[in-house]
């Protein structure tokens, strides 16, 4: 994980998700688009490059800013061609690239403390024949000896000991530029009302979320931006359901420190959506193993790029689309009980994120209890679906859930005028407050001027006014 209690849970953790990512992307190599080189050309030569990446980033240069005293990054290497043996590979920290850098660069950046960090088996990667790239793990820590008003760098170089196989030129190297952040900024407001946000990032960029603030708290106005979306496939020859991200989807994730760090170093929580894709499966018919199996890959997509959690949406999966659906071999059929386990396995591979839902389906009753934990210990929030409507008691569709954990009137703020109903009212933020809802839920957030639907809402929820920075965020890639 990116960020834990304690340095021995990052250690643990991320020897956790080395298998678990080597599953997901061996069951989903043409999909799950991890940063690692362009595969275009590969052939089976004995003709071979090794090259390095960090795994949420395409740069050789990244930040990283370490909350709480510790953190953990992923990197890859991986192979162009097939050397067809395997291959020995070093990573190592140069000071030399950082003192070559600084002067060719005019930075000045300081060297991290060698002391306060651990390459995965001391930077030592025995690679298996094959072009599936391979992660390795850098944890670091802070101490009084880390000064927070200096950026410090940590020069990486990949080698390759391994006679026949060369690095790529140009990306032997990461520069990983590091910041003492203190203790990760968190956008809750006293009123507890959590305000939700979904990004359709095909045609729309998150960073439009962190241009408005609370002018006396100083707090972002949104708690949440939901990345919108990815995929459930699913193999019909392994039987496994895998994920599936576009090119969109893919671009935000991997430039992380462009897209998704500045929502979070204002304490906004960034979580990637899960919903069909007009195939045979959804969140709603996977089996108990199965679903274990997509966790598994959830928090290893979760660790890879730093998120704060997984969202799911039952939507566009084909037993909606066809009355005649049969289950197909190796998936069950849809089911309330189903869907529970999945969000339920997915809390389990990630106690620290959160698990929420979007209140739409016929799969909604979870009403038991799975491995001693009720469906509101499980799924942090959930939230109705259908804009401009209401749907006062929808958490009681959710054993255990509390009225906080719910969002009873959705808009799609992409409407900025017609019928009242569609448009957020005074009246309808003073009962989701007064009422004891948790959750105001916002979808489809553009590069619009929002000072004064926003306004509105800091008045009602958080008893604060609205900044609008003026800055608006339209695609850029």
């Avoid at 008893?463 to 609008?468: G, K, N, R, Y």
Wanted: charged residues 25%.
């Amino acid at each position: 994980m990116i960020f834990n209690s304690n340095m021995n849970s990052i250690v643990s953790a991320v020897a956790r998700l080395m298998p678990l990512l080597a599953v997901a992307m061996v069951a989903c190599s043409e999909e799950i688009q991890l940063p690692g080189g362009d595969t275009a050309g590969w052939n089976e030569t004995d003709r071979s490059f090794g090259y390095l990446r960090r795994a949420d980033a395409s740069a050789n240069v990244s930040t990283l800013d370490i909350y709480d005293g510790q953190a953990a990054v992923e990197f890859q290497f991986g192979l162009t061609g097939n050397p067809r043996k395997a291959v020995d590979v070093r990573l190592e920290v140069d000071p030399a690239l950082l003192e070559t850098y600084n002067k060719e660069q005019g930075t000045d950046y300081a060297l991290f403390p060698e002391q306060l960090l651990a390459i995965e088996e001391e930077g030592k990667l025995l690679v298996a024949p094959g072009k599936r790239p391979h992660p390795m793990a850098l944890t670091l820590r802070t101490d009084e000896s880390v000064d927070p008003a200096v950026e410090y760098a940590v020069p990486l170089r990949a080698v390759v000991e391994t006679p026949g196989v060369e690095m790529d030129e140009g990306a032997d190297w990461h520069l990983l530029v590091v910041r003492k952040a203190g203790t990760r900024p968190d956008a809750a407001k006293p009123s507890g009302v959590r305000t939700i946000v979904y990004v359709e990032v095909n045609d729309c960029s998150p960073l439009n979320a962190a241009q408005y603030t609370l002018k006396n708290s100083g707090k972002p106005i949104v708690d949440i931006v939901n990345i919108f979306a990815a995929n459930i496939n699913y193999d019909a020859v392994t039987r496994r359901a895998y994920i599936h991200m576009n090119e969109n989807v893919s671009h935000i994730l991997e430039n992380r420190d462009k897209y998704i760090a500045p929502l979070q170093r204002l304490g906004i929580k960034v979580c990637l959506s899960i919903l069909g894709n007009h195939t045979d499966v959804g969140p709603a018919n996977l089996s108990a193993a199965q679903a274990a199996d997509f966790a598994a890959q959830l928090r290893s997509v979760v660790d890879a790029y730093g998120l704060d959690g997984i969202d799911f949406d039952d939507e566009y999966a084909s037993y909606y689309e066809d009355s005649k659906w049969t289950a197909p071999d190796g998936l069950e059929a849809p089911s309330s009980a189903n869907y529970a386990r999945l969000c339920y396995e997915t809390k389990r591979a990630m106690p620290d994120k959160l698990v929420t839902v979007y209140h739409v389906g016929r799969y909604l009753d979870f009403n038991e209890r799975i491995g001693g934990m009720t469906p509101g210990d499980f799924v942090d929030y959930a939230y109705y679906s259908m804009y401009g409507n209401t749907l006062l008691d929808g958490w009681e569709n959710f054993l255990g859930m509390e009225k906080s954990q719910w969002g009873p009137f959705p808009y799609d703020i992409s409407i900025t005028s017609g019928p009242s109903n569609q448009i957020p009212s005074e009246l309808r933020m003073r009962q989701l407050r007064n009422d004891g809802y948790g959750v105001n839920l916002l979808y489809n957030m553009r590069p619009y001027d929002y000072t004064e639907m926003f306004g509105m809402m800091a008045d009602e929820l958080y008893d604060d006014e609205i900044l609008f920075t003026g800055e608006l965020f339209s695609k850029d890639w």
